[in-house]
Protein backbone atom coordinates (compact mmCIF):
# COMPACT_ATOMS: atom_id res chain seq x y z
CA UNK A 1 0.00 0.00 0.00
CA UNK A 2 1.16 3.48 -0.71
CA UNK A 3 2.05 4.76 2.78
CA UNK A 4 4.11 7.61 4.60
CA UNK A 5 7.07 5.75 6.48
CA UNK A 6 8.88 7.33 9.32
CA UNK A 7 12.23 5.94 10.37
CA UNK A 8 13.33 5.52 13.40
CA UNK A 9 9.92 4.81 15.13
CA UNK A 10 11.61 6.35 18.59
CA UNK A 11 14.86 7.66 18.48
CA UNK A 12 16.83 8.55 21.55
CA UNK A 13 19.67 11.47 21.43
CA UNK A 14 22.01 13.40 23.66
CA UNK A 15 21.35 17.13 24.75
CA UNK A 16 23.19 19.21 21.86
CA UNK A 17 24.27 16.21 19.40
CA UNK A 18 22.44 16.55 16.29
CA UNK A 19 19.86 14.39 14.88
CA UNK A 20 18.37 13.70 11.82
CA UNK A 21 14.76 12.46 11.54
CA UNK A 22 13.60 10.81 7.89
CA UNK A 23 10.40 10.50 5.79
CA UNK A 24 9.94 8.40 2.38
CA UNK A 25 6.21 8.24 0.92
CA UNK A 26 5.44 6.09 -2.12
CA UNK A 27 2.19 8.35 -2.65
CA UNK A 28 4.40 11.01 -5.46
CA UNK A 29 2.52 13.87 -3.24
CA UNK A 30 4.21 17.01 -3.90
CA UNK A 31 3.42 18.41 -0.35
CA UNK A 32 5.57 17.30 2.76
CA UNK A 33 5.22 18.41 5.92
CA UNK A 34 7.26 18.19 9.35
CA UNK A 35 4.86 19.01 12.49
CA UNK A 36 5.81 18.88 16.34
CA UNK A 37 3.75 17.38 18.79
CA UNK A 38 4.46 17.33 22.28
CA UNK A 39 2.58 15.75 25.17
CA UNK A 40 -1.15 16.28 25.15
CA UNK A 41 -0.81 19.10 22.67
CA UNK A 42 -1.76 19.73 19.00
CA UNK A 43 0.60 18.89 16.56
CA UNK A 44 2.30 22.42 15.21
CA UNK A 45 3.26 23.01 11.88
CA UNK A 46 7.34 23.71 11.78
CA UNK A 47 7.90 24.02 8.09
CA UNK A 48 6.79 22.06 4.67
CA UNK A 49 7.70 21.44 1.01
CA UNK A 50 5.96 22.73 -2.30
CA UNK A 51 7.43 20.62 -4.76
CA UNK A 52 11.11 22.27 -3.61
CA UNK A 53 9.99 25.13 -2.41
CA UNK A 54 10.84 25.48 1.16
CA UNK A 55 8.05 27.20 3.35
CA UNK A 56 9.40 27.83 6.79
CA UNK A 57 7.05 28.49 9.84
CA UNK A 58 7.54 32.32 11.29
CA UNK A 59 8.36 30.68 14.66
CA UNK A 60 9.89 27.61 13.78
CA UNK A 61 13.16 27.97 15.86
CA UNK A 62 17.01 28.37 13.54
CA UNK A 63 17.79 24.98 15.41
CA UNK A 64 15.42 22.90 12.90
CA UNK A 65 16.12 22.42 9.38
CA UNK A 66 14.82 20.16 6.36
CA UNK A 67 16.17 18.69 3.50
CA UNK A 68 14.28 17.48 0.47
CA UNK A 69 16.29 16.25 -2.27
CA UNK A 70 14.03 14.26 -4.14
CA UNK A 71 10.05 13.56 -4.30
CA UNK A 72 10.24 10.63 -1.76
CA UNK A 73 12.29 11.60 0.82
CA UNK A 74 12.18 14.27 3.16
CA UNK A 75 14.09 14.79 6.31
CA UNK A 76 13.77 16.34 9.74
CA UNK A 77 17.59 18.06 10.75
CA UNK A 78 17.95 19.18 14.41
CA UNK A 79 21.45 20.75 15.13
CA UNK A 80 21.62 21.01 18.35
CA UNK A 81 18.88 19.58 20.31
CA UNK A 82 17.54 20.46 23.87
CA UNK A 83 14.71 19.17 26.06
CA UNK A 84 12.32 21.12 25.22
CA UNK A 85 12.72 19.41 21.72
CA UNK A 86 11.63 16.25 22.95
CA UNK A 87 8.62 15.46 21.25
CA UNK A 88 6.82 12.90 18.40
CA UNK A 89 7.64 14.41 15.26
CA UNK A 90 4.81 13.95 12.04
CA UNK A 91 5.64 13.47 9.03
CA UNK A 92 2.42 14.59 6.30
CA UNK A 93 2.13 14.98 2.24
CA UNK A 94 -0.67 15.86 0.59
CA UNK A 95 -1.27 16.65 -2.99
CA UNK A 96 -5.09 18.04 -3.44
CA UNK A 97 -7.11 17.54 -0.41
CA UNK A 98 -6.17 15.01 1.18
CA UNK A 99 -3.28 14.68 4.10
CA UNK A 100 -1.25 11.34 4.79
CA UNK A 101 0.26 10.92 8.00
CA UNK A 102 2.88 8.69 8.89
CA UNK A 103 3.60 7.21 11.88
CA UNK A 104 5.75 9.47 14.21
CA UNK A 105 9.56 9.35 15.32
CA UNK A 106 9.49 9.84 19.30
CA UNK A 107 12.52 11.53 20.30
CA UNK A 108 13.68 11.75 23.73
CA UNK A 109 16.48 13.52 23.93
CA UNK A 110 18.95 12.80 27.81
CA UNK B 1 -5.39 33.55 11.44
CA UNK B 2 -7.39 31.05 11.87
CA UNK B 3 -8.06 29.37 15.17
CA UNK B 4 -9.59 25.77 16.13
CA UNK B 5 -11.10 25.44 19.71
CA UNK B 6 -11.97 21.99 20.99
CA UNK B 7 -13.65 23.38 24.70
CA UNK B 8 -13.77 19.03 26.31
CA UNK B 9 -9.96 18.05 27.07
CA UNK B 10 -11.45 14.70 27.73
CA UNK B 11 -14.78 12.68 27.16
CA UNK B 12 -15.99 9.34 28.20
CA UNK B 13 -18.66 7.45 26.55
CA UNK B 14 -19.96 3.80 27.46
CA UNK B 15 -19.61 1.21 24.48
CA UNK B 16 -22.90 1.10 22.02
CA UNK B 17 -23.80 4.79 23.22
CA UNK B 18 -23.43 8.34 21.55
CA UNK B 19 -21.38 10.99 21.82
CA UNK B 20 -20.58 14.30 20.57
CA UNK B 21 -17.21 16.13 20.38
CA UNK B 22 -17.52 19.95 19.88
CA UNK B 23 -15.05 21.69 17.94
CA UNK B 24 -15.41 25.79 16.74
CA UNK B 25 -13.27 27.48 14.53
CA UNK B 26 -12.58 31.08 13.76
CA UNK B 27 -11.69 32.50 9.79
CA UNK B 28 -12.35 35.42 7.43
CA UNK B 29 -12.02 32.71 4.43
CA UNK B 30 -15.24 31.32 3.01
CA UNK B 31 -14.04 28.42 0.92
CA UNK B 32 -11.91 25.77 3.41
CA UNK B 33 -12.51 22.47 4.49
CA UNK B 34 -12.60 20.85 7.85
CA UNK B 35 -11.40 17.22 9.07
CA UNK B 36 -11.42 15.55 12.60
CA UNK B 37 -8.60 12.99 12.50
CA UNK B 38 -8.38 10.40 15.33
CA UNK B 39 -4.97 9.09 16.90
CA UNK B 40 -4.70 6.10 19.11
CA UNK B 41 -2.16 5.94 21.92
CA UNK B 42 1.36 5.85 19.86
CA UNK B 43 -0.12 5.08 16.49
CA UNK B 44 -0.52 6.83 12.95
CA UNK B 45 -2.88 9.81 12.61
CA UNK B 46 -6.14 8.46 11.25
CA UNK B 47 -8.66 10.86 8.84
CA UNK B 48 -12.13 9.91 10.60
CA UNK B 49 -14.11 12.55 8.62
CA UNK B 50 -13.84 15.51 6.17
CA UNK B 51 -16.42 18.94 5.61
CA UNK B 52 -15.92 20.94 2.95
CA UNK B 53 -17.48 24.46 3.69
CA UNK B 54 -19.46 25.00 0.69
CA UNK B 55 -21.07 21.78 1.04
CA UNK B 56 -24.68 22.44 3.28
CA UNK B 57 -25.21 18.50 3.52
CA UNK B 58 -23.14 17.63 6.31
CA UNK B 59 -20.37 14.86 6.07
CA UNK B 60 -21.26 11.14 6.94
CA UNK B 61 -18.95 7.51 7.90
CA UNK B 62 -20.68 5.13 8.82
CA UNK B 63 -20.89 5.14 12.55
CA UNK B 64 -19.40 9.03 12.36
CA UNK B 65 -21.14 12.30 11.18
CA UNK B 66 -20.71 15.53 11.56
CA UNK B 67 -22.74 18.44 12.71
CA UNK B 68 -21.70 21.30 10.35
CA UNK B 69 -22.80 24.88 11.24
CA UNK B 70 -21.13 27.20 8.75
CA UNK B 71 -22.58 30.64 10.44
CA UNK B 72 -21.68 29.78 13.36
CA UNK B 73 -18.38 28.53 13.13
CA UNK B 74 -19.12 25.00 14.45
CA UNK B 75 -18.38 21.51 13.38
CA UNK B 76 -18.84 18.91 16.03
CA UNK B 77 -18.57 15.11 15.89
CA UNK B 78 -21.23 12.41 16.51
CA UNK B 79 -19.48 8.84 16.91
CA UNK B 80 -22.77 6.46 17.44
CA UNK B 81 -22.90 3.04 18.54
CA UNK B 82 -19.02 4.04 20.30
CA UNK B 83 -16.74 0.60 20.21
CA UNK B 84 -13.55 -0.08 22.20
CA UNK B 85 -11.32 0.90 19.25
CA UNK B 86 -12.63 4.14 18.98
CA UNK B 87 -10.83 5.20 22.25
CA UNK B 88 -8.26 7.64 21.06
CA UNK B 89 -7.25 11.25 20.84
CA UNK B 90 -9.32 13.24 17.99
CA UNK B 91 -8.12 16.10 16.59
CA UNK B 92 -10.33 19.03 14.85
CA UNK B 93 -8.31 20.50 12.34
CA UNK B 94 -9.04 23.21 9.76
CA UNK B 95 -7.77 23.97 6.26
CA UNK B 96 -7.65 27.08 3.70
CA UNK B 97 -8.77 25.95 -0.01
CA UNK B 98 -5.85 25.07 -1.39
CA UNK B 99 -4.33 28.35 -4.06
CA UNK B 100 -3.49 27.42 -7.59
CA UNK B 101 0.01 26.03 -7.14
CA UNK B 102 0.02 26.37 -3.17
CA UNK B 103 -0.28 24.20 -0.29
CA UNK B 104 -2.14 25.08 3.25
CA UNK B 105 -1.24 24.27 6.52
CA UNK B 106 -3.33 21.67 8.67
CA UNK B 107 -4.24 24.50 11.75
CA UNK B 108 -5.15 21.66 14.65
CA UNK B 109 -7.21 21.97 17.84
CA UNK B 110 -5.69 20.45 21.01
CA UNK B 111 -7.92 17.45 20.62
CA UNK B 112 -10.28 15.60 22.98
CA UNK B 113 -9.35 12.40 24.92
CA UNK B 114 -11.90 9.75 24.45
CA UNK B 115 -12.42 6.83 26.64
CA UNK B 116 -14.46 3.96 25.52
CA UNK B 117 -16.19 2.08 28.63
CA UNK B 118 -17.02 -1.27 28.54
Known sequence: ?110 | AQTVTQSQPEMSVQEAETVTLSCTYDTSESDYYLFWYKQPPSRQMILVIRQEAYKQQNATENRFSVNFQKAAKSFSLKISDSQLGDAAMYFCAYRRARREGGSEKLVFGKGTKLTVNP
Open chain 1, 1 to 110: DAMVIQNPRYQVTQFGKPVTLSCSQTLNHNVMYWYQQKSSQAPKLLFHYYDKDFNNEADTPDNFQSRRPNTSFCFLDIRSPGLGDAAMYLCATSRRDGYTFGSGTRLTVV
